[in-house]
């Protein structure tokens, strides 16, 4: 059974920093590519990250880019989003999703979000 | 960034109602559109990738179409655990991934 877990979450101040991590199991986690999405209380899903089979690639999102760093250890079949610099506007719900991605000829394509993980409560406040 | 506009904001039926959602890209994504279920409390659920597939157990009830710039899902009889938010998301061109907004479905 696929699963994902998120931890990591928490209170944290403005400016502060907070790692969170995703733990994967029931498949072979180094042959997908994996993403965060968060989502604000009552709001909507907002794509966070995402990191390639062997981190040779990361993307993110405009409003994460250079406090956000996505990173991955297929050793540990576990995820990581190390998250500095935190504003109030960070305050969400950050999942983990799977990507089955498929590369031919050094070209990706991505897929849909086939599973995510529960989720953790990352709230920034004073 | 490909902007996804979902229609209707909320949607209010009865149990056993026929239920359209609609989804809008901004600009062509081919097929590369997928639709997720989220209910209170738990994270999104995949229902259908590629535009018109079924993700693994979910009901036939549930039913994609579409292609390029306009998607519709449809519930063919809504059931009680049906009531829930969706969310469709393009995964053509990227980055960004983007998610529309949102139709929640209600009694």
């Known amino acids: 059974e696929v699963q994902l877990v998120e931890s990591g979450g928490g209170l944290v101040q403005p400016g502060g920093s907070l790692r969170l991590s995703c733990a994967a199991s029931?498949?072979?986690?180094?042959?997908?590519?994996m993403h965060w999405v968060r989502q604000a209380p009552g709001k909507g899903l907002v794509w966070v990250s995402r990191?390639?089979?062997?981190?040779?690639?990361?993307k993110y999102a405009d409003s994460v880019k250079g406090r956000f760093t996505i990173s991955r250890d297929n050793a540990k079949n576990t995820l990581y989003l190390q998250m500095n610099s935190l504003g109030a506007e960070d305050t969400a719900v950050y999942y983990c999703?799977?990507?089955?991605?498929?590369?031919?000829?050094?070209?990706?394509?991505?897929?849909?979000?086939?599973?995510w993980g529960q989720g953790t409560l990352v709230t920034v406040s004073s | 960034e490909i902007v996804m506009t979902q229609s209707p904001a909320t949607l209010s039926v009865s149990p056993g109602e026929r239920v359209t959602l609609s989804c809008r890209a901004s600009?062509?994504?081919?097929?590369?559109l997928a639709w997720y279920q989220q209910k209170p409390g738990q994270a999104p659920k995949l229902l259908i990738y590629?535009?018109?597939t079924r993700a693994t157990g979910i009901p036939a009830r549930f039913s994609g179409s579409g292609s390029g710039t306009e998607f519709t899902l449809t519930i063919s009889s809504l059931q009680s655990e049906d009531f829930a938010l969706y969310y469709c998301?393009?995964?053509?061109?990227?980055?960004?991934?983007?998610f529309g907004h949102g139709t929640k479905v209600e009694i």
């Open positions: 999703a799977r990507d089955p991605a498929h590369c031919s000829g050094g070209t990706c394509s991505s897929s849909a979000f086939d599973y």
């Open positions: 029931g498949f072979t986690f180094s042959n997908y590519w």
């Open positions: 990191i390639n089979t062997d981190e040779s690639s990361t």
């Open positions: 600009q062509s994504v081919h097929s590369n």
């Open positions: 590629g535009a018109s």
């Open positions: 998301q393009q995964y053509d061109n990227w980055p960004p991934w983007t």
